[in-house]
């Protein structure tokens, strides 16, 4: 596992995101989640603590709580967990890393992952494996990815090409009268070669040349069946598999052209009009068509004797 470098990046990536919410407003949001909500109603018990990795400022630590669940909480960002026991000095969370977990094996009957697994340049396995081995037998699993669906799989490789042509080339850029972006068009390349060496092929990266820091890895978007993979390799039971729809994937496409209310950063965006009727005919399609994430609901087998 290559920590140093992998964490530098994403401690700094998720501190800027982190430092412009409020803990308050995500845990006001979780009432009117629809994509992990309804899951863990519908799956996780009262009994036996449910771990949440890659929690955030830990707002579904709080909310479950709330609802007579017990919590616990794991994350990368040190700056969170601060933020997170100023107002909440009692909860259950600390500093770690989802791929080597602080915490016994069988410790957990519930696990949560929401938006996590993708930004493991090196793919989900050990992060999979680790949550099994802290999942107790008969334990559940709620796992949500960003999905490549059939829209991104069509549009994605034209974007990359128009990207690369027009946004980092600097001739490009000479000939639009903006200045070059990459200050060292060489050490970049460089860089973003031995970045891309890294990368699986099963999957869809999104990287980020950033002008002071070069190329950085974001996230991998997952095709349908990729995850059931890995799930399979490591012998867990898929409850539930389902293609999730969220409006944040018009804006990965277009921006926010199909949200009623484009002005303001909420958590929880509606779509306008068209962007409902155009929603309607994707669905139609086929719920892999336009969906935002694929959403997995996984249990450790065997059954769990308190005695043990
Ligand atoms: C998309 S956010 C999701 C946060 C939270 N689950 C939610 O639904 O609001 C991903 C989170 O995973 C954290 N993360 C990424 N890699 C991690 C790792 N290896 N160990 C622990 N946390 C990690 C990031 O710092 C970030 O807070």
């Known amino acids: 596992m290559e920590t140093s470098k992998y964490t530098e990046d994403i401690v700094s990536q998720w501190r800027e995101t982190w430092s412009a919410k409020k ?91 929401i938006g996590v697994l993708e930004h493991m340049i090196e793919g989900p396995r050990e992060t999979l494996a680790e949550m099994k081995r802290v999942l107790r037998p008969g334990g559940t699993a709620v796992i949500t990815v960003p999905a490549f669906n059939y829209f991104l799989r069509a549009w994605y490789p034209i974007r990359q090409i128009l990207v690369d042509l027009v946004k980092y080339n600097p001739w490009a850029r000479r000939a639009m009268g903006k200045s070059p972006l990459l200050k060292n068009t060489r050490k970049t390349d460089a860089e ?26 974001i996230e991998y978007k997952v095709k349908r069946g990729a995850i059931e993979n890995y799930l399979n390799d490591l012998d867990l039971e898929i409850v539930e598999v389902a293609p999730i729809f969220h409006p944040y994937v018009f804006s990965d496409v277009c921006g926010k052209v199909f949200f009623a209310n484009p002005g303001s950063d909420v958590e929880s965006p509606r779509l306008n009009i068209p962007g409902r009727a155009l929603n309607a005919i994707f669905k139609f399609l086929s719920p892999h068509f336009f969906n935002y994430l694929y959403l997995y609901v996984v249990r450790k087998k065997g059954k769990y004797s308190s005695k043990a």
Do not use: M
């Open 192 to 217: 973003l070669q031995e970045l891309k060496s890294q990368l699986l092929p099963q999957f869809w990266p999104s990287i980020r040349i950033d002008p002071d820091k070069g190329p950085l890895f």
């Open 23 to 113: 803990l308050q407003d995500l845990i006001a949001s979780c009432e009117n989640d629809e994509v992990g909500l309804p899951y863990f109603l519908k799956h996780f018990s009262k009994e036996g603590k449910i771990l949440e990795c890659g929690c955030g400022l830990g707002q579904w630590l709080v909310y479950l709580q709330t609802l007579g669940y017990q919590t616990a909480g794991v994350e990368i960002v040190p700056d969170c967990i601060a933020v997170h026991k100023r107002y909440y000095p009692d909860s259950e969370i600390e500093v770690g890393d989802v791929r080597s977990l602080p915490f016994p094996d069988n410790a957990f009957a519930g696990y949560i992952s």
